[in-house]
């Protein structure tokens, strides 16, 4: 993939799981929600690995081990083994242990996996500043972690101890709606010491490293709901990404992405992972067509003209708010235009 400034939605004559060896998934928003499958999951991840595609695990959510995630799809349908799951947990024991010396120390705000990722890098998880920890990790511990283990925390980074987040995601997907995520909680950290955790989760390149030394992956597609960690993750790692709409991302806020989150390829859920993808023609002149559609940026709003696939405008819509916006993101108005796909 191209760093230079991505202006439509790309194209491809083959199904995506024919054009790329490895599906970096994440978890929350596209394979389930709130514990239960997201419609078309199973079946369309089923296909892909039967064809050939290699299906790894990418989630920011540090709580649950890759035992736990690796059970709980192959309770929903999708045969995995703990091998096929990457963890922001994984990511940031690894920078822990590039950073302090063996058999450290390390002060654990979060759950078990955060506990068992530090374990195998060979570093000792401690659960009190009084324990002499060597470094802070703080990542999702779910909604019932005590608001004395961000005290804990403060403590120790008060006293000099370097600070580690698995990741900084503000919300997190439920089957309830969105809750707070791990960043709402560093962010309770932050404000209380004035400090500044070094971060591993997607979208910074940490994560994406793990990723590639535990899959190796040679042509790899991100698959993901969010913007700014699945989307900006491939951007970063400069891989080719696939945006579903099963999670947190709506349209206006693909409209209005800035080069970093603007993915690849767009589709309404995991079932794009087997079927090409439609080119978008056309330009800005005589407008941006896929399907039977044709969106213009005019002064103050995006138009869409015509009739087909909610999809296909969606993306001839990309095309013309991203020319537009440029290196920046698109500011023009799409409210009536996503109206027209009822999006």
Request: hydrophobic residues 40%; charged residues 20%.
């Amino acid at each position: 993939m191209s760093r230079s400034v991505r202006t439509s939605p790309e194209g491809s004559g083959q199904g995506l799981n024919e054009a790329y060896d490895t599906a970096l998934l994440d978890l929350d928003g596209v394979v389930y929600a709130g514990g239960n499958a997201i419609a078309y999951a199973v079946e369309s991840l089923g296909t892909a690995r039967d064809g050939g595609m290699r299906l790894a695990y990418v989630t920011n959510n540090a709580l649950r081990t890759p035992d736990t995630v690796a059970a709980h799809l192959t309770e929903l349908g999708i045969a995995t083994d703990a091998g096929d799951v990457i963890t922001s947990a994984q990511a940031v024991a690894r920078l822990i242990s590039e950073q302090v010396p063996p058999g450290a120390r390390v002060l654990v705000i979060g759950g078990e996996g955060l506990r068992v990722a530090l374990r195998e890098r060979g570093l000792e998880p401690v659960e009190s500043a009084e324990d002499d920890p060597a470094a802070v990790v703080q990542g999702f511990g779910g909604p019932e972690l005590p608001w004395g283990r961000f005290a804990e925390a403060c403590y120790a980074i008060a006293r000099g101890v370097p600070w580690y987040a698995s990741n900084t995601d503000l919300t997190i997907p439920s089957a309830r709606g969105i809750a707070p995520g791990n960043g709402a909680a560093v962010e309770v950290v932050r404000i209380a010491t004035g400090a500044e955790p070094q971060v591993a989760g997607k979208p910074l390149p940490p994560m994406h490293r793990e990723t590639i030394l535990r899959t190796g992956a040679r042509r790899p597609l991100v698959v993901g709901d969010r913007l700014d960690t699945d989307i900006e993750g491939a951007f970063n790692g400069e891989v080719d990404s696939l945006l579903v709409l099963t999670g947190v991302t709506d349209g206006a806020q693909l409209l209005a992405a800035p080069p970093q989150h603007r993915p690849t390829y767009v589709d309404a859920d995991l079932r794009g992972l087997l079927t090409g993808q439609p080119q978008v023609t056309g330009g800005a002149d005589d407008g941006f067509r896929c399907g039977g559609w044709t969106a213009t940026a005019g002064e103050e709003r995006l138009e869409l003209a015509g009739d087909g696939s909610p999809l296909d405008g969606l993306r001839a819509l990309c095309a013309a708010a991203w020319t537009a916006g440029g290196e920046r993101g698109c500011g023009l108005d799409s409210g009536k235009a996503l109206a027209r796909l009822g999006l």
